[in-house]
């Protein structure tokens, strides 16, 4: 099902799956209702929109209609964080990793590089319970590393630990400075919600006892407050603590989505300074 976007975007699908692909329309609402009564009636459907006209429109239905009777309606969202660049806030979603890992019952998954996307894909099929999918332009990662999962280390560091979600970690791996390279290891999260924190990424913080939290969403509801609890129960020692997050627009303007990025301290030199005064504090 698609919130009225097929034109010069879903083609193949509609070739694929004929009947069975049906265009609501520009009625958000309604499709999450319909959707939520054919996950009632046995099937599985997927609903399709640009991120905040797939889940911040619809919310009330989502929370009623899908999340409370726990049906297996799958809501795919493009452009999560400034995906949609100069289109303006009422295009981005910086608030949508909280707003549903909220709702009872959902997960929210989170790909990295672009073959998580299938493989993401496949894991939401067979979860009988609600799923958001966030999609973004994908990271490029330079070796190889575990298939699509909650938990993944990316990289190894001597000094400080970045634990960050979805593509925006590619700024960090992206960035050729002398010294940040050795000093960083990176973990990635795939899946909401966190319950647990990996037994080799404890006993590295317990080591380092330093952290930056990266993640191009609000710091209120994100990453930041879902690893922050875990790590006050788990860690048990004192740690340098640091949320790199999105701040909105600190200057009242738009630009792409790297803009924007730069502009919270996500990518770029901004970033770089921020990383380093994590690292050496």
Not at 87 to 95: F, N, Q, R, S, Y
Not at 175 to 197: K, N, Q, R
Request: hydrophobic share 40%; proline share 5%; aromatic share 8%.
């Amino acid at each position: 099902m698609s919130g009225d976007l097929e034109y010069m975007a879903l083609e193949k699908v509609i070739e694929t799956y004929g009947e069975r692909f049906i265009n609501i329309g520009v009625a958000e609402q309604n499709m999450i209702s319909v959707a939520a009564g054919l996950a009632y009636e046995g099937f599985t459907p997927w609903v399709y929109s640009i991120a905040p006209f797939a889940i911040l429109r619809p919310y009330e239905q989502i929370r009623n209609d899908v999340c409370l009777h726990n049906l297996p309606v799958k809501i795919v969202g493009n452009g999560g964080g400034y995906g949609y660049g100069i289109m303006g806030a009422t295009h981005h979603t910086l608030e949508d990793i909280g707003v549903m890992r909220a709702l009872p019952n959902m997960k929210v998954y989170v790909p990295l590089i672009s073959s998580d996307v299938a493989e993401a894909v496949e894991a939401m099929g067979v979860d009988l319970s609600p799923n958001y999918l966030r999609l973004n332009l994908a990271a490029t990662v330079d070796k190889p590393i575990r298939r699509f999962c909650q938990w993944r280390k990316i990289r190894d560091g001597k000094k400080a630990i970045v634990i960050s979600t979805g593509p925006v970690v590619g700024n960090v791996l992206e960035i050729a400075d002398d010294g940040l390279d050795d000093d960083l290891e990176i973990w990635s999260i795939g899946l909401f919600p966190v319950h647990e924190l990996p037994e080799q990424l404890v006993a590295s913080l317990r080591a380092k006892k330093k952290v930056i939290t990266l993640e191009e969403h609000y710091g209120q509801s994100g990453l930041n407050e879902a690893v922050a609890r875990l790590l006050l129960e788990r860690v048990g020692c004192a740690i340098t603590y640091r949320c790199v997050c999105a701040k909105g627009y600190p200057s009242g303007k738009y630009g792409s989505q790297r803009w924007h990025q730069e502009e919270n301290g996500l990518a770029g030199p901004p970033l770089v300074s921020l990383l380093k005064e994590a690292v050496h504090a």
